[in-house]
């Protein structure tokens, strides 16, 4: 049997998807592939110029179907905005897609909210839009949301006494937690969704190592990072647009699992055709997962319910 490609996304025509970061990497390639399966995708971006050029360039592939707008994960009052202009010239979502992400920065910042960068941006952020979309997209037929984790949730570890990591800030350990609190936030959405008969899927997804832009604009191109992965890349990474699959097949496939998880099914889950992807153990404990989506509701001060 082949492999699954994007050659297998069903037809999206009438449907319309947000896409986080997809001015670049594994964002822009899902965004490519959405429109040229007849969606009509969002380029959800903060760098305006680039999320520009990307929409361009996906409409010269699929005339219309891109957009760019706005927005900047690391600002709540940004995430207000941008969700506040959907619901006025859209009002119904088939689709969100939180990808933006960035990977262990060497020295801990913070956003314009005070959130360590890392948990802001990768999941504090994705917590808000993911509450202030929910209503749109309450009003599709059949709505999903897919998270974005990483292989770098095996060794994440939830600390509620230091989500934000002011006690002792290492860049790995910041960005796993956040990429663990993804996963645990899909599985965790799916549970209230079974449990109040919402009718939405939630998925995580992986893209293994995938040769994109996040280790550049994270640890930096220079960096001891970015040098060992030169050296073993031919190994065991992959193309942005093989990781992408993993988050176009949750996001399109009908035959994935509510609250699954996909990513390469290659050695170690590196890369290779994209399938059901291994959480660990502890991203399967639905107290923490309870406990760390009340911490982002009172961080945010925002509650994830399909009313209006």
């Known amino acids: 049997m082949n492999a699954w490609a994007s050659g297998d996304i069903p037809s999206q025509a009438g449907k319309l998807a947000v896409i986080t970061g997809a001015n670049s990497g594994i964002g822009y ?55 506040a202009r959907f619901k006025a ?108 008969g919402w009718g939405l899927l939630s998925l995580a997804a992986h893209p293994g190592i995938a040769r994109t832009e996040l280790i550049a604009n994270g640890p930096g191109a220079g960096s001891l990072t970015a040098l060992g992965l030169k050296l073993v890349e031919p190994f065991i990474s992959q193309s942005g647009e093989a990781g992408a699959l993993p988050t176009l097949l949750a996001a399109t496939a009908a035959d994935v699992t509510p609250g699954g998880y996909y990513g390469p099914t290659g050695f170690k889950e590196f890369r290779g055709p994209p399938g059901k992807a291994r959480p660990e153990k502890h ?20 509650s994830i319910t399909p009313g209006p």
């Open 29 to 83: 390639f899902t965004a490519l592939e959405l429109a040229k399966a007849g969606a009509n995708v969002i380029l959800a971006c903060r760098n305006a110029e680039k999320g520009a050029a990307a929409a361009a360039k996906i409409n010269a592939a699929a005339p219309g179907r891109a957009m760019f707008e706005a927005l900047d994960l690391a600002r709540l009052a940004s995430v207000h905005d941008f969700a």
């Open 89 to 196: 010239a859209h009002g119904t979502l088939d689709l969100l897609i939180n990808n933006a992400g960035v990977m262990a920065t060497p020295a801990r910042q913070v956003t314009a909210d005070g959130f360590e960068q890392q948990l802001g941006v990768n999941f504090l952020g994705h917590f808000a839009l993911t509450a202030l979309l929910l209503p749109a997209l309450m009003k599709a037929p059949a709505p999903r949301v897919i998270q974005l984790s990483s292989i770098a949730h095996r060794q994440g570890r939830i600390d509620l006494t230091d989500l934000q990591c002011v006690r002792a800030y290492k860049p790995w350990q910041a960005y796993s937690q956040s990429k663990l609190a993804m996963l645990m936030f899909a599985m965790e959405l799916q549970r209230r969704s079974d449990a109040g």
């Open 283 to 302: 991203a399967l404990d639905a107290g923490v997962a309870r406990a760390l989506w009340e911490a982002a509701e009172a961080l945010t001060a925002l």
